[in-house]
């Protein structure tokens, strides 16, 4: 394994991790079945891209069309990129958590991804239209070689700086009160309501974190691939990550972490190789991990559908004991 | 403690609620019966603001709330229960009744980023309240159980001990003897009745007449979406209206 596999690996391993940390927050744990995901990601991405990018009248940038070209150094476009997601999160968030019921709410963010995307990829004027940014500056280009194996080190490292910093935040929100009034929510709206809780500001805060979250991933995503274009958020992308919270185990960030591991990282690696043993038509494979993905969310959400790590049962100290497989004793944790 | 002027709740021409007043005086049960339809859940919906009036007052306390959402109402302590179980039911018994409590520092989102040493006191604290409520009803040793695991009387008692948590000015109870097995009706009658004489005032919409008799007073009478009687459940027995829209139908 050279590198730059080992590199690319770990990095997408990261990324993924993040978004599904995220999305446990808003689906797994709070309800809210966010399809338009993958646009929060997106708008990190394209965030981090124009604020390190230089102006497109730059010479070697001159063959695009973009807002912005700002040149900031890092971390300023990462820190950008979370700012942008959490800031999206808000519009979208006001017009579609506040009145719609749940599953309408899901079907307003599908359709929100879908028109983002289609806007996004024919109004070539603002972010280069269907053609994307390419040759997105990556962090601390200019400050050191980026051409090195030490680069890829470093960049992993940064990478799993953000994940250690996603996971004390999202294990914060989970393991707290507010985390527990958030799965009340999940489990019953009205009833929550009802004793005094506010679901429009839950949501929307929650939204809010988890575009910020979601943000800060394509950052990171776009810094090392140093190109992004419509067609690398499209929604079935969202779809990918849902598969990863239900395999993983929706409502625990464990769960969330290894979905991310088993779906997009390890799911989309062993059909890439298995693409390279040249079976059938080159679109045959592409088109039977989708079916997979498909099948996959089906048969856990019939077969398992608290995933491989189920939510835990939150036990107190001083409970009476329980018959348990697995509990969080609130302070410390337990078997 | 609770006035209702002249309410009406309509769902696209037809009218649930059609022009319902009622006064609810402090330290008792009031009995809200009537025939299925009659539009009792419906005006208990509307009254805690799980459901807007289409027009009418509310005054809860002196304050005009007619306007005001389900969860601000419920922060000034009128609490409803729900006439199907409502429990969370992937939380504990014990978190259920934490969901409730109204003054954890963990409950924001800022409280929950500062951490357990910021909020654990309140919880532990809570925590206490909330262990004392399950022994006063009996369900200490379901602590930990998910309250989905419950039967469906016990879920009933969850019910209800959460919304204690909230320590609540007036209690809305939707039918909580309903689908209880008979041994545990008489038990959460009990319970009532001993909230009553700790002073909360309860509003309770039942169908088991004879524990509205035992725990009623005054009883109001709905069918068609209007009152057409209240008084003590032995005076209503003599109205005619009341007896051959409800008592014998």
């Known amino acids: 394994m050279n590198t730059y596999y080992a590199a690319n690996l770990l990095i997408f391993a990261g990324v993924d991790i993040i978004a599904c940390l995220a999305l446990n927050l808003q689906f797994g744990v709070s309800g809210v079945v966010n399809f338009s995901f993958i646009v929060f990601q997106a708008a990190g991405a394209y965030a981090a891209a124009v604020l390190s990018m230089p102006p497109d009248t730059a010479p070697d940038y001159s063959f695009q069309i973009y807002v912005g070209g700002y040149q900031l150094p890092f971390p300023l476009p990462w820190i950008g990129g979370a700012i942008a997601g959490g800031l999206l999160a808000l519009p979208i968030g006001l017009v579609v958590l506040r009145r719609l019921r749940a599953d309408y709410q899901a079907i307003a963010l599908l359709v929100t991804s879908i028109i983002a995307n289609t806007v996004i990829n024919n109004a070539r004027p603002v972010l280069n239209g269907a053609a994307g940014l390419v040759l997105v500056p990556q962090p601390l280009d200019g400050v050191i070689n980026t051409n090195t194996n030490s680069y890829q080190y470093l960049y992993i490292g940064l990478t799993a700086i953000c994940v250690a910093i996603v996971w004390f935040v999202a294990a914060r929100i989970v393991n707290s009160p507010y985390g527990r009034t958030l799965r009340a929510m999940r489990e019953n709206e009205l009833a929550a309501s009802a004793l005094g809780k506010n679901p429009t500001a839950l949501k929307m805060a929650i939204f809010v974190v988890g575009g910020a979250i979601a943000g800060l991933s394509g950052a990171i995503l776009v810094g090392f691939l140093q190109v992004w274009a419509p067609s690398t958020w499209l929604y079935p992308e969202t779809i990918i990550l849902f598969a990863a919270v239900i395999v993983g185990g929706r409502g625990n960030n464990v769960g969330a972490i290894l979905g991310a591991l088993l779906v997009p990282l390890g799911f989309e690696e062993v059909t890439r190789l298995l693409g390279r043993m040249n079976i059938g038509p080159p679109t045959l494979i592409p088109a039977l991990e989708w079916v997979c993905i498909g099948l996959l969310i089906l048969g856990f959400l019939w077969f398992r559908p608290k995933g491989v790590v189920p939510e835990q049962r939150r036990v107190f100290p001083g409970a009476p004991a329980v018959e348990d497989e697995t509990r969080w004793v609130v302070g410390k944790r337990a078997r | ?249």
């Open chain 2, 1 to 249: 403690m609770l006035g209702a002027r002249n309410i009406h709740r309509h769902f696209e021409g037809m009218h649930a609620v059609d022009g319902v007043s009622i006064e609810i005086m402090p330290g008792r049960i009031t009995g809200l019966i009537g025939p299925n339809g009659a539009g009792k859940s419906t005006f208990m919906a509307v009254l805690a603001g799980t459901l807007p009036a289409s027009s009418g007052t509310i005054v809860f306390q002196g304050q005009d709330i007619t306007r005001l959402p389900a969860y601000q109402r419920a922060r000034r302590g009128l609490v409803r229960t729900f006439q199907l179980p409502s429990e969370f039911g992937q939380l504990t018994v014990l978190e259920n009744l934490l969901v409730a409590a109204p003054d954890n520092r963990g409950e924001s989102l800022l409280g929950a980023l500062l951490g357990k040493r910021y909020w654990m006191p309140d919880e532990m604290r809570l925590v206490e309240q909330a262990r004392g409520l399950l022994k006063r009803f009996g369900m200490s040793a379901k602590e930990s159980d998910y309250a989905a695991s419950l039967s469906g009387g016990q879920k009933r008692l969850v019910e209800i001990m959460r919304a204690l948590m909230l320590r609540p000015r007036l209690l809305l109870l939707d039918e909580p003897m309903s689908g209880v097995h008979p041994s545990i009706v008489n038990e959460i009658a009990g319970y009532l009745e001993q909230l009553r004489d700790d002073g909360l005032t309860l509003l309770m919409v039942e169908h088991e007449l004879h524990m509205v008799e035992r725990l009623c007073d005054p009883v109001v009478v709905m069918a068609e979406g209007k009152v057409i009687g209240r008084g003590s459940m032995a005076a209503l027995r003599q109205e005619r209206e009341v007896v051959d829209a409800y008592l014998v139908g």
